[in-house]
């Protein structure tokens, strides 16, 4: 075990796949940058050399299916996006080609390859730098779509999903980059699937998803020092997803709080009240509530963006009334003198 | 490419019948880009098609049978009926896979071409694709791509003049000739004629020496002509869309017919030796349609959604 941030976590990851199997190449526009891909990459080309840490053309919906087509003939490739946003000019690629190689050949041939891409937030990153569209990937059969909120499966996962046969979609928050936690040394793996129980507890489930496990983490505090015990999942696999997990932890407690930093229509948290509405043997005390994002774009504005972001003060809110106690005055108001535009105090931007 | 023309006319008179039930885009009148590029391509290579594939995938030596099971839907189908005629893959003669997105398998399969050099083998992949696919932005992406890895790719473009229905005046500049665009890219291109088997031979030959010994991609653009409808086994010359008259101009320059007139005047063909052809060409379409006829309908419909399941 050592003490690593996030970000030097999925480093380690690369590091593990790369050494232990030498047609792992990571490939992504910025990849040997002077800042490492958010430090993601540091060093690695120097381990690696250039033609398995390698800038690219800005060109994503050709060079996802040059990647694929690397996939299908002996290199297991990682093309990395600075944002998720730009991975969307390849959806024909992913979701299309890809995804669909194993079915539509008969299992004959199969694609091991990771599309990596970073969820923005904050700083301005605006309509165009923080889509989080996880869902759009997640309703697709063939691909496999992970998003851990912890360094340990940060490197775990990503582990997982370059050793794994098939596509998968790994996707990392930016405001987790800076999270320090223990990782074990050497080739660790975490399992795609089975979700992560962050918390335990008996009175309500809080299913979140990434950055906002942690938001959850700190509503769950807040919680306890009222007397309700959330249990805390981290729902660290959107496809497969661990209905099973789910159902267990919601006949415990009776009651669901889906938080997802993402639009709530036809979003992840809407599968995950649908898969508790349609289970017969889980019944709700209350109905069940959604956190997510205003239906609207993210706005750039420091101000506006502030007030578009849902934090721990509203799933305290919504658990508390779930409890039938009213809200404090003003809880919902933005506290002075924090800044709500970056991921920690020491963050001067830009990303 | 008396195989590949006999073969698509026994799936447009098998077609009525319902018993292929997928869209069918037939080579017919495209023979000769397909026979003098498998000619000219090594064994271990490597190619890849788009929805008009049935020529390619049979002349790089694609399972006859595996082809005609899979666009009845049946098990034993190249596929196991998951994909129809716009899905052909025999790994085992490298044909790696045809899909009906224009212009999608481009980047895969310089996507091949990239893992080779990586893997330093000494392969080549060809990529067969209509002249409307580098109307996608794909297209520039890959052929870039390519060009600055100097890839052991061959960017077959096989132009016959529609997309479907559009003709070329409403697609592409005329002052500007397909295969140019690939010279943008610092691509080696030419414009051959596509309906000549040993000209596309000749051309593809250069094109592989040159990807085998590291000079990277080649175009070559073949002028060309798409004799049935677009999509389905029938005519279309009625309907509107191109003239009886252009269709009857390109049929005299039936790649089959010129090429046969040309072997029986230099004496490499004779009229036993083209009855025996026929003939057993005709015998493998029997067996063939026979062993589709008769394979098992697919079961298992969630298998093969992910590499790790059946």
Known sequence: MSELTYAEAIQDGF?????????????GLG????????GTTSGLEGEFGKDRVMDMPCSENGMTGVVLGASLNGIRP???HQRLDFALLAMDQMCTQAAKWSYMFGGQ????????????RGWGQGPQHSQALHSWFAHIPGLKVVMPSCPQDAKGLMISAIEDPNPVVYIDHRWLHHVRGSVPAGHHQTEIGPLRVAQPGKDVTIVAISYMVLEALEAAERLAAQGIEAEVLDLRCLRPLDREGLLRSVRKTGRLVAVDQAWACAGMSAEILACIAEDPKTPLKHPARRITLPDCPTPTAPSLAAEFYPRANHIVGAVLEMFGRGREPGELALQKGVEYDKPNPAFTGPF | MLRIRLVEEAIAEAYPRQEMRCPVHLSIGQEAVAAGTAAALSRGDLAMSGHRSHAHYLAKGGDLRAMLAELMGRQDGCCHGRGGSMHLIDQSVGFIGAVPIVGSTIPIAVGLAFADKLRGQTKVTAAFFGEAATEEGVFHESANFASLHRLPVIFVCENNLYSVYSPMSVRQPSHREVFQQAQGHGIPAEQVDGNDPEAVFLSVKKARSRAASGGGPTFIEYKTYRWREHCGPGFDNHIGYR??????????????????RKLFAEGRLTEPGEHDLSTRITAEIVDALAFARQSPEPRGLTHFVYADQP
């Open chain 1, 15 to 27: 590091r593990e796949a790369m050494r232990k199997d030498r047609s792992v190449i990571l490939i």
């Open chain 1, 31 to 38: 990849i040997p940058d002077p800042k490492g891909f958010f």
């Open chain 1, 78 to 80: 990682v093309l990395n």
């Open chain 1, 109 to 120: 041939a199969h694609a091991p390859v990771v599309f990596r891409m970073i969820l923005g």
């Open chain 2, 243 to 260: 003239e009886e008259a252009e269709f009857l101009e390109w049929k005299k320059k039936d790649p089959l017919e010129t090429y046969r």
